[in-house]
């Protein structure tokens, strides 16, 4: 089954504790991106990546860190995470791009951090 | 930069009601247009989009004409059904192709 999945799901954590949300796609995706929801906002896009080892900033990156080793695989990193880094996650793919295919999301990482 | 304004939910209608909700947007360029919908405790999945001005997207009873004058791609249905209760987003795709820039959705919750 195609599919984008992210691990975990739920995530609560203490400020300044580093973790790691992992996202894998079975699709053979070029691109790959991870997004934040907060209510009213919709979704902000945190960091992009159209193949491996090519990454590059989206609107809100401050505080995260990505990288792209295998093309399947885009993890999102919180070095030092923050309370207002509390928030709903999404990773998406594309095979050709964001304007011209469909994105597949993944299910959510719901993250809290006091 | 490019922008996508829809209209605040939550939206409540009853069972078979006509269904619009608005979407206005900004860019530059050449971009694509989407509707993506998410049910409780999923991940988006995609409606319908237009790839270019006067293109009609639909599905599953749901259609939207990217409207470039207007600048807009409202989301309409005949008639909903309460399988139908999600959360909408409208979101564009920019020219390179690197960037899906979203609404703050809609809330749509249909009752029987």
Redesign the interface.
């Known amino acids: 089954e195609a599919q984008v999945t992210q691990n975990p799901r739920y995530l609560i954590t203490v400020t300044g504790k580093k973790l790691t949300v992992t996202c894998s796609q079975n699709m053979n995706h070029e691109y790959m991106s991870w997004y934040r929801q907060d209510p009213g906002l919709g979704l902000r896009q945190i960091y992009y990546s159209m193949n491996v080892e090519v990454t590059d900033k989206g609107d809100v990156p401050e505080g995260y860190k990505v990288s792209r080793k295998e093309k399947r695989n885009f993890p999102l990193i919180l070095e030092s995470p923050s309370p207002n880094q509390t928030s709903l996650y999404f990773c998406a793919s594309s095979l050709g791009g964001f304007r011209n295919t469909e994105a597949f999301f993944g299910q959510g990482t719901r993250l809290t951090v006091v | 930069g490019n922008s996508?304004t829809q209209m605040?939910g939550p939206v409540t209608l009853s069972e078979e009601a006509f269904l619009t909700i608005n979407c206005t947007y900004t860019a530059t360029g050449y971009?694509?247009l989407f509707w993506?919908v998410q049910y409780p405790?999923?991940?988006?999945?995609?409606l319908l989009?237009a790839?270019k001005a006067d293109d009609k997207g639909s599905n599953k009873g749901f259609e939207a004409t990217y409207r470039k004058e207007t600048t807009s791609f409202h989301l309409e249905k005949g008639s909903v059904q309460v399988s139908d209760s999600a959360v909408y987003?409208c979101a564009l795709?920019?020219?390179?192709?690197?960037?899906?820039?979203?609404?703050?959705?809609t809330r749509l919750m249909v009752k029987p």
């Open positions: 996508v605040e971009p694509s993506y405790g999923e991940g988006l999945q995609l989009k790839t987003f795709g920019n020219n390179a192709g690197n960037m899906l820039t979203f609404g703050g959705g």
